[in-house]
């Protein structure tokens, strides 16, 4: 699940969650290592810019900061940057604060990463937005070069080169994965060509097996082999009668009938959903999250 409190655009984040701070993420994120979570995330953004804060807001936690807080006080779930806008920085910066990640963390990184949306956050700091995408495809090499196994590494390619430059501490993990976000078709190509997964932004259900059937096809035109986990955002969710307003569009009602809606993502070809749950209160959440570990999660 995307962790709450972290970021709190209007699309998404509950009322409680502007008073929530430190404590609050702690216990979400020892909910979700009890509960069989496979993983909690964060997001990436380094300033926004007033015309978009009323929507966004300006509360945006530095992801690697945050996964590693959560590191220390967690023993299985994963750390997903989801996703971070890796072409803001050089990739040996990256790799350094990812690779630490990792490492001290035991080997629980999946680095997410996606090519950004916010102009005038490319423009202070000094990255062609309008290049965007190149930038992230050459990014994503340079990154597998820079956390792989080879204390120097080397890539020399049209806008990074670097070789004889040593980093340690490696990552824990002999491959750190890369997931790709976005559904746009740069980012659905990108994900089939370069991604160890691929993280959908905002396709509902019915369009997904299509996009699902495009990736394969392009992985496939493209000669890789290696398997991809393919991913979903579901719906909104509430384990149980909520008793209160929850938004149309959400799922709620009883563990086998939520599951019996979460196995059509199974049934698309779809290996990992990212669940968010309506809440009024940090312990609702967690509440719903328990629940959702103990009696929804058993079923899928």
Known sequence: MQLPVQSQSTMYAEAWEAD???GDLVEIA??????GFDYVASCDHVAIPRRLAAAMSTVWYDPVATLGFLAGVTERVRLLSHVAVVGLRHPLLTA?????LDHLSGGRLILGVGAGHVQEEFEVLGVDFERRGAVLDECVDALRAALGRD??????GKLYDFEGLGQLPRPAQERVPVWVGGSSPAAVRRAAVRGDGWLPQGDPRDRLPEQIARVRRLREEAGVSDPLTVGA?????????????????TLTGAPEALAESLRAYRAMGVHQIQVRFRSRSRTELTDQMSAFGAEVAPLL
């Not at 350094?96 to 630490?100: D, E, L």
């Not at 204390?151 to 020399?156: D, V």
């Not at 719906?235 to 209160?244: A, D, I």
């Open 151 to 156: 204390e120097f590494p080397t890539h020399h």
């Open 30 to 35: 020892r909910t979700a290592d009890r509960s």
């Open 20 to 22: 929530a701070g430190p």
């Open 96 to 100: 350094k604060q990812y690779a630490t």
């Open 233 to 249: 955002i579901t719906e909104p969710l509430y384990v149980g009668e909520p008793g209160w307003s929850v938004g149309r569009r």
